[in-house]
């Protein structure tokens, strides 16, 4: 057991911050703490600096300060995507240990200086899929490594929400875009359940005359093929209503499970093999303290995170693809995908649901 706690920052105090991950510290204390909030909005970090007893908090043009006052061992970056590099390369060079949410970051380039600059001060670097410690999605994994399903030939997905009017997620600028924000999450799933990397993406990008897309798609279709020429498609959408799911078919049966990437309820599996159909129902619990728990204890024991620089470095790889197939018309070919670690059941954590607590000047990304 380790015998320190090691003492985060969390950089942002938006939705995510707010709602998932100050709240997940409660059940992290065995080897994590926050000691300290960095913001642009005075008033959030009042507010929420007051509610959690964090004495330290600093704006964004303090941020160099915050990694230097030897308070902070590592970072929670929860900006928007066009920040993440920025301040993962700023922690990292400063000696902090990073813990980004995804996307990574919005270009290859910027992930690869991300990892170029934690290598370099030899400091960990991981990237937030919460899925990867999850139950519901690791034993998915599991079950399709035991060839239940017989050989994988075929998975499908769809991630959507009406997305709010002015939210970042519609903000060039900010990175935003459907794939960054839920095509993410079905990429890393095919991924992570196939086991393996895709050699070719194809992409068909679709906006109305809704005025919220204006400067990213309203939805994409993508199609990726993978070695042994199973295939991935997914849609994910900022225009429709909610749904979150991936069915994942074998020569033998299938498995689906919905809600696939949510955190905020219930997680339920079925597996059909022989005509014959098994539900399983994963109740709610918290997903980000595991994240925090893992990372903690890999900077404490000295080991290397998975989900790794290169893993968010692979997505993000994808995503470009994926667009500038959309943009061309074209497929793409993709080649030399980092072929790293896989997440396993042995990166399972339980912890108990939080409480949603009040907000402070902030406002769900949906509808």
């Known amino acids: 057991m380790p015998t320190r706690k090691v003492r985060y920052a969390v950089v942002g105090l938006g939705h ?17 703490t926050v000691t300290a909030l960095v913001s642009g909005d005075s008033t959030k970090l009042d507010a929420i600096g007051k509610r959690y007893g964090i004495a330290r908090t600093y704006s964004y043009r303090d941020y160099d ?12 970056i929860a900006l928007p995507n066009s920040q993440h590099c920025e301040y993962a390369v700023r922690a990292a060079r400063a000696g902090i240990h990073v813990l980004c949410e995804k996307p990574m970051a919005v270009t290859t380039e910027e992930c690869r200086q991300m990892i170029t600059a934690a290598k370099q001060a030899r400091v960990k670097l991981m990237v937030a899929y919460r899925l990867h410690f999850e ?22 997905s769809v991630f959507s929400m009406q997305v709010r009017p002015g939210n970042i997620r519609v903000k060039r600028n900010y990175g935003g875009g459907t794939l960054y924000d839920l095509g993410v999450y ?13 050699v070719e ?24 093929r993978f070695p042994g020429d199973r295939l991935a498609s997914f849609i994910s959408s900022f225009g429709a209503a909610d749904a979150s ?20 309820g219930d997680l339920t599996q079925q597996i059909t093999i022989g005509g014959k159909t098994q539900e399983k129902t994963f109740p709610r619990r918290d997903q980000f303290a595991p994240e925090l728990l893992y990372f903690s204890e890999c900077i404490l024991a000295g080991r290397d995170p998975e989900p790794s620089g290169e893993e968010g470095l692979n997505d993000v790889r ?5 667009y500038r197939s959309a943009d061309t018309g074209r497929p793409v070919r993709l080649s030399g995908l980092s072929k790293g670690r896989r997440p396993t059941t042995m990166q399972i954590i339980r912890r108990p649901p939080v409480k949603k607590p009040p907000l402070v000047k902030v406002q769900s990304s949906s509808l």
Do not use: W
């Open 201 to 224: 993406v194809s992409a068909f990008a679709a906006s109305g005359p809704d005025r919220r897309f204006k400067e990213v798609d309203e939805m994409t279709g993508a199609l990726l």
């Open 16 to 32: 995510i911050a707010q709602v998932a991950v100050l709240p997940a510290f409660a059940h992290a204390g065995q080897n994590s």
């Open 245 to 264: 799911m991936y069915e994942v078919v074998g020569t033998k049966g299938r498995l689906r499970v919905e809600p696939a990437y949510e955190y905020v």
């Open 318 to 322: 994808i995503i470009e693809a994926l």
């Open 65 to 76: 300060r915050c990694l230097q006052e030897g308070h902070v061992d590592a970072v929670y």
């Open 186 to 198: 079905c990429i890393n799933a095919a991924r992570y359940l196939f086991g393996d990397e895709p």
């Open 135 to 156: 139950e519901a999605n690791m034993t998915a994994v599991q079950l399709l490594r035991s060839k239940k399903l017989g050989t994988l030939r075929v998975f499908n």
